[in-house]
């Protein structure tokens, strides 16, 4: 379960948000529980973003994807140190690659996608370290 802050109808509310093992989506809030359906698209979007700022909280660097696309090709490996700069995936978006690169420099913690993935736009690709 993660605590976010959502706005419905310009009024926000502190929510907890649970993901059950179906693919749907316990929203809970003020003592009530709502089911919401989404696309896995939305959901991957949720999570991935109350994952991001938590990576971040860490101190860990966050790369995510700029745009909609496909992994053409991942360039680096768990493990491996990077430079601000380095190229580290390749997407291909509207037919177009793109190069997702380096930060910062460090050490590569975690690679979330693989080669044919489909991302959406702010998933998290790769944490540094």
């Not at 502190?14 to 179906?22: A, F, I, L, Q, S």
């Not at 994952?51 to 995510?64: Q, R």
């Not at 909609?68 to 990077?82: A, F, H, R, W």
């Not at 380095?86 to 291909?92: A, F, G, P, R, V």
Request: charge should be negative; include cysteine; hydrophobic fraction near 35%.
């Amino acid at each position: 379960m993660e605590d976010i802050t959502i706005k419905v109808d310009g009024k926000e509310y502190d929510v907890r948000v649970e993901e059950t093992g179906d693919g749907k989506i316990l929203v809970h809030c003020n003592g009530d529980v709502y089911e919401v359906e989404s696309t896995q698209d939305t959901q991957a979007s949720i999570f991935n973003r109350v994952k991001k700022e938590k990576i971040e909280d860490s101190g860990k660097c966050v790369i995510t994807a700029p745009l909609p696309g496909t992994i053409y090709e991942v360039k680096v490996n768990k493990g491996e140190k990077v430079r601000e700069g380095q190229s580290l995936i390749k997407l291909i978006a509207m037919k177009m690659e793109n190069d997702i690169i380096a930060k910062r420099s460090g050490i590569v913690k975690e690679i979330k996608v693989k080669k044919n993935d489909s991302v959406s736009k702010d998933d998290i690709l790769i944490v540094i370290e």
